[in-house]
């Protein structure tokens, strides 16, 4: 159930600031004043009036009436309104007030309807949390300054990312997310960039590979001296047939003619055995030795029979990921062909223009942003081996949004922890804010969002927990700075003293404290989870080496976490988290929680030590404390 919760105080203050406001230019809108629309509304002029009414309705507590004749008091929305946005890019819009009145128009699909959600958000201080939880302000009045006049246009043309609330239809329209790989949009909402036939790694399925892989071997990729169904042969003409007529297949069944954007995905599949045949490798000798030659050869050549057949609204996707990771050299993407990079193997501890450790991926962003005008991105953002711990990639979020932003790239997929309803210890809910927010605008105020979502969803007590996240940032990485998604739990913020350790403690005490609601100190607690696993790994405050109940602590943090709800503790993990041996969760440090590591002789050889160091602290806890030290 959808809960509103209400900031009486912002009202109070707001009503005692009305004859400033007035006096100072503002357009003061009541309950008495009209959402004025055409005599014969569209779709979305329909659905922006009645999303502004139905807002309107819960600030005033009544709904001003939808009118198509009006004299004054008016918003006036699509081609009712006196907004101009013929320079306006598709999906953008136009706030104006104009002669005492507000003036709304939107471009293409769906730039009306985020205008209304843009207002609701800049003038009723409306915002979308989470899919539970949405703040706003009652009041008698929403003021409009006279010398309004917003004008807005999409960063990128498809934004997404995963997580649990951006899922959500809501969500998504109020948080700016417009790719329907995950969320249905209805077409008076402005429907959604969807892809068809599959999201990613669908060269085995279109190439059918299984299919062939005994009639004609040669269809296969040749890897390492033998034939491959992990992935085709690109410059075989049969294997360009097959795939063509599949993606044209789709077409035929699912096509739709009036979206604005329909994306076929032709990606590798998810190995590193590309084809290395004669054909395959003097194709690419010609073309800089890339790998990533053959791959825009086969996907251009579909991409050009798509065209002629007439999908103008269509392009076709591809992966530029592991071997085709960098550019080509002496050949370019159609304009109908998708790139999409992945950042995979980059450090998160540190922007992706950071020369240290992202240089490869810079040069190869820099690289396809030369020659394609479409260019996607697939990014990350979570620990993907260890999600119970704390990812502390915080402080990246904003900086690599704007980066991929100025460097051409047109639509962003951030995945995350997608298997919350699995495993959802962390900050999961904060970050796909964060992310969402910078994906409707790389350059808003994060620091804003962020602390205005922590007090809604941890309580009075969120900006403790805004610090505390700062505090994780700034010891982001392990001993040597540096962070990628799959980072053992201590790698993650490894340089972190003791003195700073005990007030993150105080920190999380001081939040709990101050939570007002049970569903806030739940969320408090879920995330503390997170730090409280990061202790256990890297054996800080009550899971210090020298504390004879070191194993007490980690049964108590293992049966909070499986009292959270969590059922995994790592994205493909498979793992019986019940059934985890107990002396693994006693003297095995979390990165080693799963059912049949009590044979594993890492496993056993740390055991034995923790189990010495938990009989005679401190002198055997400084011995296990270096030696963890050594094998973290
Ligand atoms: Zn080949
Ligand atoms: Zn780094």
């Known amino acids: 159930m959808k809960k509103t919760i209400s900031l009486l105080l912002v009202c109070l203050l707001l009503l005692g600031c009305v004859p400033l406001a007035a006096a100072s230019g503002c357009i003061v809108i009541d309950k008495t004043w009209h959402i004025l629309v055409p005599e014969t509304p569209t779709a979305a002029e329909t659905f922006a009036a009645e999303k502004l009414a139905g807002v309107f309705g819960e600030v005033f507590g009544e709904a001003p009436a939808i009118v198509s004749q009006a004299e004054k008091n008016y918003i006036a929305l699509g081609a009712a309104s006196e907004a101009d946005v013929s320079g306006v890019a598709d999906n953008g819009y136009r706030i104006r007030a104009i002669g005492g009145n507000v003036h709304i128009a939107g471009t293409a699909q769906r730039g009306l309807q985020i205008a209304a959600y843009r207002f609701l958000e800049e003038f009723c201080h409306r915002k979308v949390y989470t899919s539970t939880i949405t703040v706003l302000p009652k009041s008698d009045t929403v003021f409009v300054p006279t010398n309004t006049d917003i004008v807005y246009e999409p960063f990128f043309e498809s934004t997404d990312t995963d997580w649990k609330s951006p899922l959500d239809t809501e969500y998504s329209m109020a948080n700016g997310l417009t790719n329907g790989a995950r969320r249905t949009l209805s077409a008076e909402m402005g429907g959604t960039v969807d892809y068809l036939g ?114 103008d609204n269509v392009a076709i996707d591809t992966f530029a990921y592991y071997y085709s990771q960098p550019a080509p050299e002496g050949i370019v993407p159609r304009d109908n062909v998708i790139i999409r990079l992945c950042s995979i193997l980059c450090c998160f501890a540190h922007p992706l223009d950071h020369k240290a450790c992202n240089a490869e991926f810079y040069k190869d962003l820099t690289d396809w942003a030369k020659i394609c005008d479409r260019l996607y991105i697939w990014d990350y953002a979570t620990d993907y081996l260890h999600t119970c711990t704390v990812f502390p ?146 054996g800080k405050c009550e899971f210090s080496f020298f504390n004879p109940l070191r194993p007490k602590e980690k049964e108590k943090l293992y049966q909070d976490i499986l009292d959270s709800g969590a059922v995994d503790f790592g994205e493909y993990s498979g793992n019986d988290v019940r059934a985890i041996d107990r002396d693994v969760i006693r003297y095995a440090v979390p990165d080693f929680w799963r059912s049949g590591n009590e044979t594993n002789p890492e496993c056993q050889e740390q055991m034995k030590i923790e189990k010495m160091a938990a009989a005679f602290p401190p002198l055997f806890g400084i011995v296990a404390y270096f030696y963890t030290m050594i094998h973290a």
Request: charged share 25%; net charge negative.
């Open 198 to 311: 599959g999201f990613c790694h669908t060269m085995g399925t279109l190439c059918e590979t299984e299919k062939y892989k005994d009639t004609h071997p040669e269809y296969l990729a040749l890897h390492d001296g033998e034939r491959t169904t992990e992935q085709p042969c690109l410059t075989n003409p049969d294997v360009l047939r097959i795939c063509t007529n599949n993606v044209l297949k789709i077409l035929e069944e699912q096509h739709d003619p009036d979206a604005p954007l329909q994306i076929v995905s032709v990606t590798q599949n998810d190995n590193f055995a590309n084809c290395q045949c004669e054909n395959c490798k003097s194709f690419e000798a010609a073309h800089g030795g890339k790998p990533s030659a053959s791959v825009v050869n086969f996907v251009n050549r579909i991409a050009d029979v798509v065209k002629e057949k007439g999908y």
């Open 393 to 538: 990639n915080f402080h990246v979020i904003q900086k690599n949004m704007q980066i991929f932003y100025e460097n051409n790239v047109k639509g962003m997929y951030v995945e995350g922890n997608y298997y919350m309803d699995r495993c959802d210890t962390e900050f999961g809910e904060l970050r796909a804010y964060m992310i969402s927010k910078c994906l409707q605008n790389p350059y808003c105020d994060l620091e804003k969002e962020a602390a205005g979502f922590c007090n809604a969803y941890y309580g009075p007590g969120g900006k403790y927990v805004h610090r505390i996240v700062k505090i994780f940032s700034k010891h982001a990485g392990s001993f040597d700075g540096h962070m990628c998604i799959y980072y053992g739990s201590a790698a993650c913020m490894r340089p972190f003293p003791a003195v700073t350790a005990r007030l993150v403690d105080a920190l999380w005490k001081k939040a709990a404290c101050a939570a007002e609601t049970d569903e806030q100190l739940n969320n408090l607690k879920r995330s503390e989870l997170s730090w409280r696993w990061w202790k256990a790994s890297a």
